[in-house]
């Protein structure tokens, strides 16, 4: 499989709440959901569910 590039990724909306903590990072936030996000498209596409990480054929 090609490997996905920024062009390749679906667009995932990012919300900033006000919080009296202090700031731990603004970029990150949208990056747990990719893995999982591309896992199910491969399921939707194949049927073939994938658990681990990189997502290969046959694991």
């Known amino acids: 499989y090609p490997i996905l ?10 919300a900033i709440i006000d919080s009296r903590e202090p700031p731990g990072g603004v970029g990150e936030p ?15 596409a194949t049927g073939q569910r ?3 990480l990189p997502l290969r054929p046959n694991q």
């Open 30 to 44: 949208g990056v747990p959901p990719v893995a999982p996000a591309v896992a199910n498209a491969v399921f939707a």
């Open 50 to 52: 994938l658990r681990e």
């Open 5 to 14: 590039t920024i062009a390749d990724m679906p667009e995932i909306e990012i």
